[in-house]
């Protein structure tokens, strides 16, 4: 049984930093993709980034690229989410999510990922 779980939300100022956390249980990360979203009251999920275990490689949404960074723990079992320049935009319950099979195309919708964490809450204050 894969459980994902989220930590490091809080409230923050705007310009401020944060580092999401997402550690995984029951399986490890190796050769998985892993996924951020995040949610806003009254929005859709939308995607955050997204790394692929096995390369390294990661990929971002526009509206995060150059402020947010995936990195990840090996040693943990653990990816991150360093969060830059926070905006009250940035306001949402971020998730992480996992999957073993999913391909790139898949890597920034929900649907490419079986496994979600609960999701932590972040708050930019302006």
């Known amino acids: 049984q894969v459980q994902l779980v989220e930590s490091g939300g809080e409230l923050v100022q705007a310009g401020g930093s944060l580092r999401l956390s997402c550690a995984a249980s029951?399986?490890?990360?190796?050769?998985?993709?892993v996924g951020w979203f995040r949610q806003a009251p009254g929005k859709e999920r939308e995607y955050v980034g997204a790394?692929?275990?096995?390369?390294?490689?990661?990929y971002y949404a526009d509206t995060v690229k150059g402020r947010f960074t995936i990195s990840k723990d090996a040693a943990k079992n653990t990816v991150y989410l360093q969060m830059n320049a926070l905006k009250p935009d940035d306001t949402a319950v971020y998730y992480c999510?996992?999957?073993?099979?999913?391909?790139?195309?898949?890597?920034?919708?929900?649907?490419?990922?079986?496994?979600w964490g609960p999701g932590t809450q972040v708050t930019v204050s302006s």
């Open positions: 029951g399986r490890t990360f190796s050769r998985a993709a």
């Open positions: 790394l692929r275990w096995s390369s390294g490689h990661t």
């Open positions: 999510a996992a999957g073993w099979n999913t391909i790139l195309s898949q890597m920034s919708v929900p649907g490419g990922y079986p496994y």
